[in-house]
């Protein structure tokens, strides 16, 4: 089954009356539990493209299919509840709560779903990311990669189906960002969750299902 569809997906947006083709008539499907990786130089149109396929922003024309359910016309309430379903993100900035401690971040998503066993989730995705100690720590007190690693236990925490991480290692250093890449490889190959991960790294996209290379919001190649 394909678990995402994009079909002729353009996006533009008008800047001092001139219109800029972001997109332009992308068509993609994933397969449940297939690990893709998107890659194109920057300005390509890689994050405009995740937004569309998780419905965190609307295509200009085209449709976009989440398990064969038409998302594209969908209300800004039920794309953020089927998005609180079914879908975790992990992005290049971590988008951390300041206010939050690192286990708080973490059981944030299961604390609106309502999900009683929130802080036990929390606590065992806290000791599988080797952050045991820094449980009580609020964001401004971790480090870039013990940030990213929090930001990747809340995204798992409501075990999505998909997985949107875009470009996760882009602020750390290259021990923490192998780090970070494993422990996403590690979940898809437990978890069979769908991957869909942008990345320069070539050596990663090696080990991916499918890689789609964008230029100037085209899909180039596909291997
Ligand atoms: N809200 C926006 N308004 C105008 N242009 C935008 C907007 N968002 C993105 N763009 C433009 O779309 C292009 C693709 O952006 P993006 O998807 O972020 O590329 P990438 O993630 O590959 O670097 C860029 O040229 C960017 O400037
Ligand atoms: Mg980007």
Known sequence: MNIINAKQVTKTYTVDHREIRVLDSVSLSV?????????????????????LLSGLDKPTSGRVFLKERDITDKSEDDLAQLRKDMIGFVFQSFHLIPSLTALENIMFPAELKRDPAAREKAIKLLQRMGLDKRSGNFPHQLSGGEMQRVAMARALINSPEIIFADEP????????????????LENQKISRTTLVLVTHSNAIAKMADRMIVLQDGRITSEQ
């Open 169 to 184: 290692t882009g602020n750390l250093d290259s021990a923490n960002g192998r780090a970070i890449l494993e422990l996403l």
């Open 31 to 51: 397969s449940q539990s297939e690990f893709l990786v998107v890659q194109g130089s920057s300005g390509s149109g890689k994050t405009t493209l995740l937004s």
